[in-house]
């Protein structure tokens, strides 16, 4: 299968739809199209083809390096998809210059540092009169005469509640859905799941779901279920944070 047939039928599939994918993507609906299609004529050049193609199959959860190695493969660079980013080098002219032209370079530069000399070398500020920021000191607080105070002890700190894990499992029904999750801020999955399969995440601050097709994708929050976060084809983002 090609690349622009892979594209497309992995976009359809997630439930997305050309205008979803060029506010996520910030690449134009014509370009996106223009990969799916494999028109790449119709793009700027091909340094941009494959930054666009990377992107996208990124975006769409697929292996974005070894589509830009296809695309390589099937488009040489003597073909097809020309080079747009090639500057032309031109041949400065040595133009001789009057010898006296030297001498009165240096000449102006002299007498412009002599008149500003004369024009702002009085303005140095005198280093002594800077004023120095005040030296604050702390004055030790007297010891109070009180009955109920012994010194050296400290009263113990009340006991914290115990934090609990946050649990989150996601469960994909009907259709395939695109999901990117954080873990306590970190990149812990980001693909497309395939109708049936569910994924269990575990974390100690947060637990951050970005999902594709969020109709078709069932939440649990430590064992409530919460249901679907959003409709078919809509793009979810919810954070799940422990409170403690």
Not at 105 to 127: E, K, Q, R, T
Not at 131 to 158: C, H, I, K, S, Y
Not at 160 to 170: M, T
Request: glycine fraction near 8%; aromatic fraction near 6%.
């Amino acid at each position: 299968m090609s690349n622009g047939q892979t594209l497309k039928e992995t976009r359809e599939a997630l439930g997305l739809t050309l205008e979803a994918a060029e506010e996520e993507t910030k690449i134009r609906k014509k370009y996106i199209d223009a990969l799916e299609h494999e028109d790449y004529a119709v793009l700027p050049g091909r340094v941009y083809a494959k930054a666009f193609l990377r992107t996208y199959a990124k975006y769409l959860g697929l292996d974005s390096e070894s589509m830009v190695l296809e695309f390589d493969h099937r488009y040489p660079i003597n073909e097809v998809v020309a080079e747009t980013d090639h500057v032309p080098v031109t041949t400065p002219v040595n133009r001789k210059c009057p010898r006296y032209l030297g001498l009165l370079v240096a000449a102006g530069v002299v007498m412009g540092l002599f008149v500003f000399n004369a024009l702002y070398g009085s303005g140095v500020p005198n280093i002594d009169r800077v004023q120095r920021p005040p030296v604050v000191v702390e004055n030790p607080v007297e010891n109070q005469d009180t009955d109920d105070q012994v010194p050296g002890v400290e009263e113990p700190a009340p006991p914290q509640e115990a934090r609990q894990d946050i649990q989150v499992q996601v469960v994909v029904t009907d259709r395939a859905s695109w999901m990117r999750v954080l873990v306590d801020g970190a990149l812990s999955f980001e693909g497309t799941v395939p109708a049936g399969r569910t994924l269990e995440f575990s974390g100690r601050e947060s637990v951050t779901l970005r999902l594709g097709n969020a109709g078709d994708v069932e939440v649990h929050l430590n064992g409530e279920n919460l249901g679907a976060l959003g409709r078919r084809g809509e793009i979810v983002e919810r954070e799940f944070v422990v409170r403690g």
